[in-house]
């Protein structure tokens, strides 16, 4: 399985997840060994979230330089 599809794979379990529960789903509705696979798939929790496209992307505020 390449990168591209094992993000699918991560994708595609949060929103079955997403359906199931009827809410954003929670790192605590996965066992360790998934919820780490989908982190690592799609990278920290919110991000995997958006990725799934479960939550809006929020926008990045750049600091600003001194």
């Given amino acids: 399985m390449d990168l591209d599809e094992k993000k699918r794979w991560a994708v595609e379990l949060l929103r079955q997840k997403n ?22 798939y799609l990278g920290p929790w919110p991000r995997a979230l958006e990725g799934a496209g479960l939550k809006p992307v929020k926008a990045k505020v750049e600091k600003e330089k001194k």
């Fill in 19 to 40: 359906e199931e529960v009827g809410r954003l789903p929670k790192k605590d509705d996965f066992d360790e060994a998934t919820r780490s696979r989908i982190k690592a």
